[in-house]
């Protein structure tokens, strides 16, 4: 375990003084007791006030809503498990059986958690400057080609804005099922869209997550 | 002004390097177009960071759904409009001519708007362990008290738990009132609960809030 933690350290670009953190923050909540929440709470806070900072020196004419906009394209989900497929995290990740049976769908907030638990558990390592420097590297280019205005729209608002300038008729969001305890669902959505022949599937663990799912996977087709 | 100034900088705990950024941070958007908004998007990711890593470590046992739902405690809006007013802030809060008349209900969120974005100005004077040491002082009654659990909960939560423990119907909540443009809404709120006479009456900038806001006044009234 130790040599193959190494060459993930390489690629994060940290080598932990205390590797128990390191495992800590590999270590999701079905794998028992020592598992990532507390880290990923502590890193989640980190890194937007990391990406706060560096929006606001960035940008010195953007007003607030704009920074947001960004800040939350660059701390949201997706690009989170972005960054932890660029690590190999995958491999990485300590599962409980029941996780690594369900594989797929809950994968990317697997992976996505798990960043924020590396920025704490790197914050706690050493410092909050060292986690900054570390953060502008993972986010440098991000941080270069991100601007304030349209891209940070939602996918459910970016689709209809597509559609609506083609001249098309709205896409329409079924909830097609929904399965699993009160939370821990996962639902699962059709988006029909104008122009597309097959409903485009969405899953989420919420209505509104599996409806953006699905419109971000109507745009790839449609873009 | 500057003498005047100088007695808030002595409340704060925190003399200005650059007074222009202390300035900036009491100007309210309605003052013209130097306003305080930007220092209120960096001040309040800071002061998500640093009551996150206080939390984090006074709480060593405490899981992140009891972690969060303390953070959201200690920077919801009544909190900072509470440090606020200890600061008597809305005696040097700079505001234009519309929101000098409107007074009242808009107050509380102004005050805790400008408490954030003093974060931000005290950050970009100084530095982030400056303002994390201001901030731990600013705090340092409440994180003593704080504890995981009940208190954490909203008003609405906390209201229909304590009918249902008093075996009494659950409240009801109607919009009487909606007022003003798409993003500057006014909503009120009537509440009704089972053993008050009249209505209970909450104000907010959406339905949510306003329902929350009168829960908390039907709170306090059975408490």
Same mark, same amino acid.
């Given at each position: 375990?130790?040599?193959?933690?190494?060459?993930?350290?390489?690629?994060?670009?940290?080598?932990?003084?205390?590797?128990?953190?390191? &495992?800590?923050?590999?270590?999701?909540?079905?794998?028992?007791?020592?598992?990532?929440?507390?880290?990923?709470?502590?890193?989640?806070? =980190?890194?937007?006030?990391? &990406?706060?900072?560096?929006?606001?020196?960035?940008?010195?004419?953007?007003?607030?809503?704009?920074?947001?906009?960004?800040?939350?394209?660059?701390?949201?989900?997706?690009?989170?498990?972005?960054?932890?497929?660029?690590?190999?995290?995958?491999?990485?990740?300590?599962?409980?059986?029941?996780?690594?049976?369900?594989?797929?769908?809950?994968?990317?907030?697997?992976?996505?958690?798990? &960043?924020?638990?590396?920025?704490?558990?790197?914050?706690?390592?050493?410092?909050?400057?060292?986690?900054?420097?570390?953060?502008?590297?993972?986010?440098?280019?991000?941080?270069?080609? =991100?601007?304030?205005?349209?891209?940070? %729209?939602?996918? %459910?608002?970016?689709?209809?804005?597509?559609?609506?300038?083609?001249?098309?008729?709205?896409?329409?969001?079924?909830?097609?099922?929904?399965?699993?305890?009160?939370?821990?669902?996962?639902?699962?959505?059709?988006?029909? &869209?104008?122009?597309?022949?097959?409903?485009?599937?969405? =899953?989420?663990?919420?209505?509104? %997550?599996?409806?953006?799912?699905?419109?971000?996977?109507?745009?790839?087709?449609?873009?």
């Amino acid at each position: 375990m130790m040599k193959k933690l190494n060459l993930l350290q390489k690629k994060l670009g940290h080598s932990f003084n205390d590797e128990t953190l390191l &495992v800590r923050a590999l270590t999701h909540r079905s794998a028992g007791s020592r598992h990532n929440e507390r880290l990923e709470f502590l890193g989640d806070s =980190i890194l937007s006030m990391v &990406v706060a900072d560096a929006l606001f020196h960035r940008f010195p004419k953007v007003n607030e809503g704009d920074m947001s906009r960004m800040r939350a394209t660059l701390v949201r989900e997706k690009t989170l498990a972005e960054l932890a497929r660029e690590f190999e995290l995958g491999e990485y990740l300590i599962l409980g059986p029941g996780e690594l049976k369900s594989g797929g769908y809950r994968r990317e907030s697997i992976l996505a958690d798990a &960043v924020e638990a590396l920025i704490g558990a790197v914050y706690l390592d050493t410092d909050i400057e060292r986690v900054r420097e570390l953060l502008l590297s993972w986010y440098d280019e991000r941080l270069n080609d =991100i601007q304030p205005g349209v891209e940070q %729209k939602d996918p %459910k608002t970016r689709l209809q804005e597509l559609l609506q300038a083609k001249r098309k008729p709205l896409p329409t969001y079924t909830v097609v099922d929904v399965i699993g305890e009160a939370h821990n669902q996962k639902f699962t959505v059709h988006c029909l &869209v104008d122009g597309l022949p097959d409903p485009v599937i969405g =899953i989420g663990t919420s209505r509104r %997550k599996a409806e953006q799912s699905a419109a971000e996977h109507a745009l790839d087709t449609l873009l």
